[in-house]
């Protein structure tokens, strides 16, 4: 049993499937193409794009790299968005985020395309998270930690699976996934009391807070799975949430950062541009 749960091994077989997906497609005259939109040059943006650039070419998809100034108006984001939007050539759409402040995320979401939105941005595809209809598309992340999970067999029914941080595009949709494996699930956040103490109740503990090295061992039952999501730069240097040194020991499975759930990441953005292309009459 490999106590060190790498994503590399979880994208070989994504990338495999896809690959045959992708041919299929093309053979019916579809090529699958994937539109990126970013806004400036932030430092996570750019690791994630260049991550899709490098997976996407091992499936021979098609990227469009759309990139806008930092200060770039409402009204010229919307228009870049839309024309995204309305080119049949493209099936999926991804808008890096969190946007800069002048841009409103909560009016974006309802102007992107839903059946182009493979990042799970619209509150038409994160409401069927929520309802568990499968039609829509998982966000890239959690789907990446489900198919972690998965790919190494780890149970999820009836255990206790404690998630750290709530947010929209981690922590709150991945809840509902795992809800629906039957596992037993707790949210915590900056308000919890007693972090340490519920942490260290989980069988899985899955820390998506987005503060470098912020879990150690002390929050970490002996042998319970760790699932880093945390993607930090601390000193020009990536690491995870999760203080890997520290942690290593008592935990008895562990995703690396880099190397774990954000390579994963990746690959389900390749198997939601396949759905898409799939939506596609
Ligand atoms: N709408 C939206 N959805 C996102 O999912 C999203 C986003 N915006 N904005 C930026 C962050 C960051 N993020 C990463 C995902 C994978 C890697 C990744 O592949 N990392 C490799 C290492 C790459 C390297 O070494 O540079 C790894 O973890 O092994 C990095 C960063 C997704 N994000």
Redesign the pocket.
């Known amino acids: 049993m490999t106590k060190r749960l790498l994503?590399s091994t979880v994208t070989n077989e994504i990338i495999l499937k896809c690959r045959k997906e992708c041919e299929e497609l093309k053979s019916k005259g579809i090529k699958p193409q994937l539109a990126v939109l970013r806004v400036g040059e932030?430092k996570?943006?750019i690791?994630?794009e260049?991550?899709?650039i490098k997976?996407m070419a091992k499936a021979d998809i098609s990227v469009k790299s759309v990139v806008l100034k930092e200060d770039i108006s409402q009204e010229d984001f919307d228009n870049n968005l839309k024309v995204l939007n309305d080119n049949d050539k493209i099936h999926g759409i991804?808008?890096?985020?969190?946007l800069p402040k002048q841009l409103d995320e909560d009016k974006i979401k309802y102007l992107i395309n839903p059946n182009k939105d493979i990042?799970c941005?619209s509150p038409i595809n994160l409401a069927k998270v929520f309802i568990s209809d499968n039609s829509g598309f998982y966000?890239?992340?959690p789907l990446g930690v489900m198919e972690i999970l998965d790919h190494y067999d780890i149970e999820l029914e009836g255990k206790e699976v404690v998630l750290i941080g709530r947010s929209l595009?981690v922590g709150k949709p991945l809840s509902m996934m795992l809800l629906d494996r039957n596992a037993t699930v707790t949210i915590c956040h900056s308000k919890t009391k007693n972090l340490k103490e519920v942490c260290k109740k989980a069988d899985v503990l899955i820390a998506a807070v987005g503060r470098g090295n912020m879990v150690n061992k002390d929050y970490i039952k002996p042998g319970a799975v760790v699932i880093d999501v945390g993607?930090n730069f601390v000193d020009g240097k990536?690491c995870g949430d999760v203080d890997f040194e520290s942690a290593y020991e008592t935990a008895g499975r562990i995703t690396?950062?880099?190397?774990?759930?954000?390579?994963v990441?990746?690959s389900c953005?390749m198997v939601n541009l396949i759905k898409a292309c799939k939506m596609v009459k």
């Open positions: 994503g932030n996570s943006d690791s994630y260049t991550s899709i997976l991804l808008v890096f985020r969190p990042d941005f966000p890239c992340t595009v993607i990536m690396p950062v880099p190397g774990g759930v954000g390579s990441t990746t953005l």
